[in-house]
């Protein structure tokens, strides 16, 4: 699979650096924009909703704590799951009423956690006591049976006491309640958010709404957050291999040249230079630009992401330099004194691949991250 996706990764960098001839260069730019969405799960988006509004923090908060800049995982196991979705509640004049469309959850994902993001603001001082003792007040969750504010009021989700002066997110566990809409095909439900049952001294007032909007501030809007495993093995299981003929097809030599060429004055300088280096297995920068395909209006981190190849040949003896596998060492002893017509060389080939995080909006203009693994040559090796 890694494989696969180094060469696709490389024909895209071809295309891009005019190496292949330009009656060419149209089709295969297609044809690998076309696999690249294959390869991501995103060839059923279209992207046509609009413009997207910023992203919440949690989400941008959350890139930065699984991934680098560079996309590249941090420590692997951080993130539940290999996906997330955020979904914005849709907008309705009560202010304790939460409708979220969840449309867009795949039949291939199975729910791990389920979170209720409410954001709610310290309580105005006319409210308090000149003493300023606190008080404290009942939050409650509640199913609604319907996607508007009239709907049924179902059972009772979640609760919480809080102080009135206390503010900040309120994270509510609802995974029970959205696995059973899922299941059951109830696009329909909604959430709704109460804040009663004062506790502690009396005040003058028995409501207390759980604000959405601040001074338009939309990252304080409320969220759903879905933390999902992702089950589709992705297109590869099931697609072509990407053997010699098919590569030969597309007029891609045996040993790509070294194609960071984004800094024209040193192109020639640095194949000068790569002819001095040994032609033994090693790994070679690949970088993939989001906006080259045309993904940098929706892809929000990174902008791009350095996939790497390995390049090389693994000729005998073997050293330690090569990183080679005691069968890649015995297998070139075969070769090189042809004890054995049927053997082949070994190859050079990843041996340390790394995963990539993306975080983009889906066709709703939500926010989804998701982890691919096995996306980044890390290291390379003779096996």
Not at 128 to 139: G, Q
Not at 191 to 207: D, E, K, M, R
Request: aromatic share 10%; with cysteine.
């Amino acid at each position: 699979m890694g494989v696969a996706l180094l060469w696709k990764s490389l024909l895209f960098l071809l295309c891009c650096s005019g190496i292949l001839s330009t009656p060419h260069r149209s089709w295969k730019m297609k044809m690998l924009i076309d696999e690249m969405e294959r390869l991501f799960n995103m060839e059923e988006l279209d992207h046509k909703s609009g413009t997207p509004r910023r992203p919440p923090t949690f989400m941008t908060n959350l890139f930065r704590r699984v991934a680098y800049p560079s996309g590249i995982s941090k420590t692997e196991g951080i993130l539940i799951g290999n996906m997330v979705r955020s979904f914005e509640e849709k907008v309705h004049i009560n202010h304790s009423h939460f409708f979220f469309n969840l449309s867009s959850v795949g039949k291939y994902e199975k729910i791990l956690r389920a979170e209720l993001h409410v954001f709610k603001f310290r309580q105005s001082q006319k409210f308090l006591n000149e003493d300023k003792s606190l008080h404290y007040n009942r939050v409650e969750v509640h199913e609604l049976l319907g996607s508007t504010p009239e709907a049924e009021r179902g059972s009772l989700l979640k609760s919480r006491n809080l102080s009135l002066r206390s503010e900040g997110w309120l994270v509510f566990d609802v995974t029970q309640t959205v696995n059973d809409w899922i299941r059951g095909n109830l696009s329909h439900r909604s959430f709704l958010v109460l804040t009663t049952q004062n506790v502690g001294p009396p005040l003058n007032y028995n409501y207390h709404r759980t604000d959405r909007k601040w001074k338009n501030n939309e990252n304080r809007n409320s969220l759903l957050v879905l933390f999902t495993q992702n089950e589709d093995q992705g297109p590869l299981r099931n697609g072509y291999m990407m053997n010699s003929s098919y590569l030969e097809s597309l007029g891609l030599p045996e040993f790509p040249p070294n194609l960071n060429v984004s800094h024209g004055i040193r192109k020639t300088r640095s194949i000068a230079k790569n002819e001095s280096i040994p032609k033994g297995c090693q790994k070679a920068p690949l970088y993939v630009d989001f906006e080259k395909i045309g993904w940098s209006k929706w892809v929000i981190s990174p902008k791009g992401y350095q996939a790497n190849y390995c390049r090389g040949k693994c000729l005998f003896p073997l050293g330690h330099g090569a990183e080679a596998s005691n069968h890649a060492c015995f297998l070139s002893f075969v070769v090189r004194f042809k004890l054995d017509p049927n053997v082949s060389r070994p190859s050079c080939v990843p041996r340390k691949l790394n995963s990539i995080n993306l975080l983009y909006y889906d066709d709703f203009n939500n926010v989804v991250l998701k982890q691919y693994k096995d996306m980044v040559a890390d290291s390379c090796s003779c096996q």
